[in-house]
């Protein structure tokens, strides 16, 4: 249905729920309306969305029989980023892009609960021109709030395109740092399915109905209770890494969703160790190290590097019983992390 308030049409798009149960409002109806999640989000967050004639929060799960009402205002002007005062460090940048080395804590763009304190916009706050005909403005490649590391952000729309088309045909080469429970072997190639928990919406797992992954992991450095892995993604599916670690038995140190029993996991003599280095990561030890691409216009060879974070070294430094490694410089290097990299 179709109704006008203040020079804006509104349409209104009536379902009934099918399904025994479904995954989280916000989820579900971005599956089934031709909505962005974030902007899903803000219908909801603006009462836009009701369940029964209620108004419904975005965590709100449905059950079959729901009568859901989602009202959408056709021709409403994008929601304005506000600007954040917020330091971001640049590791690259110029006319046409920028690789953002992204803190650990920051979201990338808005959602419900942080509208306004997100990377996208800092990027307004530092007056960076952003693109805006690919999806969310600038935006190639997201990380975690939790993980840290190496972003491309595309100031132009041709950037963008280009950028996304050589992402989708695995044309970026995208390497993260990660300490992970255990010892691997040498070389390991995970490639299994990820989709998301059938129970428990906020996890992903291995499952055969979900979508093809792969990530091929290195051993670096063998410690007492864990090891430092260099882990290549060949596919980029939420949360991909640290599912693939804990699948084969070897989760991300301080993971508080995929950790599997953290240091409980060790016993013996070693688990002093393990608890000094459960003691001293503070979030998941995992780190986008390095990205390499070609550049969208000059169609040079554009790579960038950075090294462990300094949130992360007191846990590496208790890994590796080498306290030196709070203070020493280039601590990926001196491990050898790049050391016959491909």
Not at 270 to 282: G, H, I, K, L
Request: charged share 25%; aromatic share 4%; glycine share 10%.
């Amino acid at each position: 249905s179709r109704r006008y308030f203040r020079g804006l049409t509104i349409t209104t798009v009536h379902f009934q729920v099918a399904a025994a149960s479904t995954e989280r409002l916000d989820r579900f109806l971005a599956s089934q309306v031709s909505l962005s999640r974030t902007q899903i989000g803000r219908l909801i967050a603006d009462g836009g969305v009701t369940v029964n004639g209620e108004t419904a929060r975005a965590s709100r799960t449905l059950v079959r029989g729901d009568l859901v009402a989602v009202r959408v205002p056709e021709t409403a002007p994008p929601r304005a980023l506000a600007p954040y005062d917020f330091p971001l460090t640049v590791a690259y940048e110029d006319d046409d892009l920028m690789v953002i080395d992204k803190p650990s804590g920051l979201v990338v763009h808005p959602a419900p609960g942080h509208w306004d304190d997100t990377l996208l916009n800092a990027l307004v706050g530092r007056g960076t021109a952003l693109s805006q005909g690919e999806g969310r403005p600038g935006i190639v490649h997201r990380l975690d709030r939790d993980t840290s590391g190496l972003m491309i952000v595309a100031k132009t729309d041709a950037a963008h395109r280009t950028l996304a088309r050589a992402l989708s045909h695995r044309r970026i080469g995208r390497v993260y740092a990660v300490l992970v429970w255990g010892h691997v072997d040498d070389r390991v190639t995970v490639d299994a399915p990820v989709g998301r928990h059938p129970r428990d919406r906020k996890r992903m797992i291995v499952r055969a109905t979900g979508r093809q992954a792969t990530t091929h992991l290195t051993r670096v450095a063998r410690f007492e209770t864990c090891d430092l892995v260099r882990a290549q993604l060949e596919t980029g599916r939420t949360h991909q890494i640290r599912v693939h670690c804990a699948h084969i038995g070897h989760p991300v140190v301080g993971d508080p969703v995929y950790g599997g029993g953290g240091a409980r996991r060790v016993s013996g003599a070693s688990r002093r160790v393990a608890d000094a280095v459960e003691r001293a990561v503070p979030r998941q030890a995992l780190h986008a190290s390095r990205l390499e691409f070609r550049h969208p216009r000059t169609r040079e060879t554009v790579r960038v590097a950075s090294d462990w974070p300094g949130d992360l070294r007191p846990a590496l430094a208790a890994a590796a019983g080498e306290s030196d490694l709070l203070d020493r410089g280039e601590v990926l290097a001196y491990l050898g992390f790049d050391d016959g990299a491909t």
